[in-house]
């Protein structure tokens, strides 16, 4: 079976640059790249059934709903 | 008081493209550069309060532990 | 391009079996077998780009961090 | 069926102050005492269910996985 | 005080299978039945407030908001 | 560049009490007066970055629809 497509709006393709790996949760670094990361916390037993590595080509993603937006003033 | 920096390791900038305003929730498109976009939902009470409109610059900002990574194959 | 597999470690198939469509977010039920169903809200565009109806196969998906544990008692 | 305990590490009981209905989800401003709200969109359903109502007590929780953190500074 | 109803609509019953214990966060494995089983990743302070152990019996709830929604192609 | 305004409707001043260091997560209790606290869960290079440390100011937030609201009965 193969998700075809997710209602995810928001869906970065990306390169793992590094992960931090912890005992029960990892912090995942992906590259999606200009210069801009996403970083994710996943648990570290998903980390290794999708046997992400440095290098590896992900998608990150989230909803829309788990977004917040502030207004800013220049430094 | 001013926000000076906040955990949310996931912050882009970027502008309102288009808000599709609903009765208690809002979608919030940004336009953060690269072709790419964010979508938000979030209250149209902070839409107003925000005063967002398109052409507003925000900052786009999610925690590491609502972003999922998923593997994918070349279509 | 096809996602082939995602963190997510609960995921579960099912068919649409109503969908309560709103202005911006819409409710959809999805029939998971034996009697249990999940609800998802997800935007009204996700909802039109997915094609989604009632009938439709789906799987609904969240991560591990978003669901919390409780104790109960007998009624 | 009766839930003893929940996992959510914050709980705060209060009291419905304003519900702002919607088509789908509503918003619900939860008085917590000493000047404090709390604001909650559920879906709409819920608040039908739970007979939710301005004066109805209620507890409003959330995981700590969901709390982001902030520095700021003196207006 | 005891939790009567809560709004999150999807809710299951079932017993702890597994936990992995790590220093800040613990994974729990929730048989809910019918060979499906729900992932929950909480403190590690609330699996020793609520007493969670292999055997113990859970409600493992989340909001209708989290929950993404995927088609699929058969395998 | 400086944060003005969060849509996040939920934000509470408060004072660091204990910091539970964890390998890639940390949990964060957070005063936030007449005897109420918030537990916020964030990743460790959060609080390194933020340089929180009990006695530290910050401001908790979260979104509306991180919110659940139960309904109880007396105990």
Same mark, same amino acid.
């Given at each position: 079976?193969?998700?075809?497509?997710?209602?995810?709006?928001?869906?970065? &393709?990306?390169?793992?640059?590094? $992960?931090?790996?912890?005992?029960? =949760?990892? *912090?995942?670094?992906?590259?999606? %790249?200009? &210069?801009?990361?996403?970083?994710? $916390?996943?648990?570290?037993?998903? =980390?290794? *059934?999708?046997?992400?590595?440095? %290098?590896?080509?992900?998608?990150?993603?989230?909803?829309?709903?788990?977004?917040?937006?502030?207004?800013?003033?220049?430094?």
């Amino acid at each position: 079976m193969t998700i075809k497509a997710i209602n995810a709006r928001n869906q970065f &393709q990306g390169i793992v640059k590094h $992960i931090k790996r912890g005992d029960v =949760v990892s *912090e995942v670094e992906v590259d999606i %790249g200009h &210069q801009a990361r996403i970083t994710s $916390i996943v648990s570290t037993t998903s =980390v290794d *059934e999708l046997g992400l590595k440095p %290098g590896s080509s992900v998608i990150a993603l989230f909803k829309s709903t788990e977004v917040a937006l502030a207004s800013f003033a220049p430094a």
